[in-house]
């Protein structure tokens, strides 16, 4: 076997601007692979199509390279896990495993219109405070919450005994502590939460049945649209207008934008995008033909 198969390729190559953009690509995490032969000197890459890559120092199976016939971005990336070119590369997940795992946004729309009206605006709530990561749904378990457990955008899962427990007076824990008959020591409300959840787990017949509600990793794309969806479909905002010679506060649906008619007449409207255009598919775009403002009751 070759000593080292990446120099079949002239060392001037690599610094021509076309290969300079794709030593750069090679580095990102998002080029990651999914598997290295170091014996082979092979790689397996993810990548956009159903079928992943195959590369070696030589060739690579991508449509870039059976085009250019010029070390494509996996090439000088397997070179680089190899140590055979240089260059600081990122670990991670590639980019097509992770949109492999996704929905489209017209998915998701699709899925968010077959729940009721109330689940709609809980998912509202869902994805503007998610990825938040200090940010917990968790709400009653109820109608919602079982049309919720059916939607593949968003987990629901059952809040932990601690959720639970803080849902409830310091007095009603230990009201339920005397009920069933537990010895318990004098403790901080939290601290007597967290000896509830070791000592006495039968507590949970007295605490609040929650559930939590996260969106699920198919839409990790997608939290900005989703949300957006559904305030342009629900929420209003206060717009500062003159409106037939009266100035003052008007109500408009949530992202609306004033635009001019060619009759001189001012009406508001969505921006024109992926978003508008479900809006429309679903048949709940309130600006559709322009909307008018009206004084705020
Ligand atoms: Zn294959
Ligand atoms: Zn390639």
């Known amino acids: 076997m070759a000593e080292n198969s990446f120099q079949i390729w002239d060392d001037a190559i690599h610094t021509a601007p076309d290969q300079v953009k794709r030593i750069a690509s090679a580095k990102k995490a998002a080029t990651s692979p999914s598997s290295i032969d170091r014996e082979s000197k092979t790689g397996v890459f993810e990548g956009s199509g159903k079928e992943p ?63 009721p009206e109330a689940a709609q605006r809980d998912l509202q709530r869902v994805f503007f405070w998610n990825p938040n990561p200090e940010y917990m749904h968790i709400r009653e378990v109820d109608d919602v919450s079982k049309a919720l457990e059916t939607c593949p955008i968003v987990e629901v899962k059952e809040a932990s005994l601690t959720e639970r427990l803080k849902l409830m007076k310091k007095t009603d824990i230990i009201h339920a502590l005397k009920e069933m008959s537990v010895e318990y020591p004098k403790l901080p409300k939290e601290e007597l939460i967290q000896w509830c959840v070791e000592n006495a787990p039968s507590i949970a017949a007295y605490a609040p049945k929650r559930c939590i509600v996260a969106p699920a990793f198919c839409v990790s794309k997608l939290y900005r649209s989703i949300y957006t969806y559904l305030a342009r479909k629900f929420d209003w905002n206060n717009s ?58």
């Open 53 to 115: 890559y195959h590369v070696t120092l030589e060739s690579c199976t991508c449509g870039d390279f059976r085009r250019r016939k010029l070390p494509c971005k996996h090439m000088y990336r397997l070179a680089m896990e190899l140590g055979e070119f240089g260059g600081d590369f990122a670990k991670g997940t590639n980019k097509n495993v992770v949109s492999h795992g996704q929905i489209k946004f017209e998915e998701a729309v699709d899925e968010i219109e077959k729940l």
């Open 240 to 297: 500062y207008d003159i409106f037939r010679d009266k100035e003052g506060v008007f109500v408009i649906p949530y992202g609306a934008q004033q635009v001019k008619q060619p009759d001189g007449q001012y009406v508001y409207d969505f921006p024109n995008d992926e978003v508008t255009d479900m809006l429309n598919k679903h048949h709940c775009n309130r600006c559709a033909g322009g909307y008018v403002t009206k004084a705020r009751e």
